[in-house]
């Protein structure tokens, strides 16, 4: 801002910012563009891959929804060593590990570089709503849903459900 | 003989036809002689009401037609399929659950296309949107009714989904997915919406 002194104007240019994402109801995949975006610092015209990135907290990592049948037919696999190749589903993944899938899929659209591990230690995944204090006292801005989440019958109203014409007798 | 009573009482059930505003198609033993009403009619069967009145040994059993207000016209009332008679031909989706409620039974399954007048291709299309519809949670009162006392055995994780295509049982894990010029996709929303109205430059994408 033009009105802000020098050293405001520094700040305000230079912090590092925490943004907050709920991911309830949302596909991982776009949770996980918008994450990687700010955690690289890309959202900000004073970008440079020498780290400017800021701090992501998504909540409600439990409630993700996939599209389609990706639940059932995703697979993550996992090579440690010779004979140790697991594979399992989204679904199983999920159970054992709530946070995981947002995480794997944030981790594969960070740049895969050496900054990459610095900028996953700025993403903090919590599967409910609860926050630590110290991490709640420090968020700055939350973010839009990227999918808006459609209306279940039982939230219309008695009015709105007479209002809609009857289609046929 | 029972012919002739079937056909008597299609004549009374005309004399008591209200004029209705929304079309409905005459059954298949009206087809058969019936005296054809002028045009301008537009017949439905008006919602009756049973009742029932005990006299000393007689039992009368009479369906009253209650007087329902007309509802908003159709903006196209010559067509023969509701979505077509209101102009919503590609432009409804799973998430608009006030028009799929009103062809679903009340524990979830379709109406047969016979009572509400869908032609083929729209019914299947609504169909295909009950379904999802369902598998998304977006009808949580339109379930089969359990036996009483029925405890389920095992918990179902509840996962939340959305345009799911084909039943969650019948799906298996691709474990090998292959490479980028042969992988074998995961098929989002389904292929008989893809004339749908779409307001966004991008193409509908149903291979993920």
């Known amino acids: ?169 | 003989m029972a012919a002739r009573s079937v056909l008597m009482s299609i004549w009374t059930s005309f004399t008591g036809l209200k004029l209705g505003v929304t079309s409905t198609r005459l059954s298949a033993f009206q087809r058969i002689n019936v005296p054809q009403l002028p045009t301008l009619t537009i017949q439905s069967r008006g919602v009756r009401q049973v009742v029932e009145k005990q006299e000393d040994k007689t039992t009368m059993i009479e369906g009253q037609i209650l007087d329902v207000p007309a509802g908003p016209q159709p903006p196209n009332p010559e067509a023969k399929c509701p979505i077509y008679r209101w102009n919503l031909q590609h432009k409804y989706n799973y998430t608009d659950v006030l028009l799929l409620s009103q062809f679903i039974r009340s524990d979830g399954g379709m109406l047969p296309r016979r009572i509400t007048g869908l032609c083929p291709q729209e019914h299947r299309k609504i169909a295909i949107c009950v379904q999802m519809a369902h598998r998304a949670g977006l009808l949580p009162d339109h379930k089969p009714k359990l036996p009483e006392g029925h405890v389920p055995k095992r918990l179902k994780p509840q996962l939340n989904r959305y345009l799911t295509r084909w039943s969650i049982k019948s799906v298996k894990p691709i474990y090998k997915a292959g490479l980028k010029w042969c992988k074998k996709r995961m098929s989002v929303g389904h292929p008989a919406l893809k004339n749908n109205v779409r307001y966004s430059v991008k193409p509908l994408y149903i291979k993920h």
């Open chain 1, 1 to 169: 801002m033009s009105s802000f002194s020098r050293s405001a104007q520094q700040w305000a240019t230079f912090a590092r910012s925490w943004f907050l994402i709920d991911a309830r109801m949302q596909p991982p995949g776009k949770i996980a563009v918008m994450c990687s975006v700010r955690l690289q610092g890309k959202h900000k015209p004073i970008y440079h891959s020498l780290d400017c990135g800021d701090h992501v907290v998504v909540i409600n990592t439990r409630h993700i929804a996939f599209s389609g049948n990706k639940w059932e037919q995703k697979v993550y696999s996992s090579h440690t060593y010779p004979g140790g190749f697991k594979q399992v589903t989204a679904a199983m993944l999920h159970q054992k590990d709530p946070k995981a899938i947002v995480k794997l899929a944030v981790y594969g659209m960070l740049p895969k570089n050496l900054a990459r591990r610095t900028m996953m230690q700025r993403l903090h995944l919590f599967p409910d709503d609860e926050l630590p204090d110290d991490i709640r006292a420090n968020l700055t801005e939350e973010l839009p849903q990227p999918r808006e989440i459609p209306r279940k019958l039982s939230e219309y109203t008695q009015e709105e459900i007479d209002a809609f014409p009857r289609l046929w007798t």
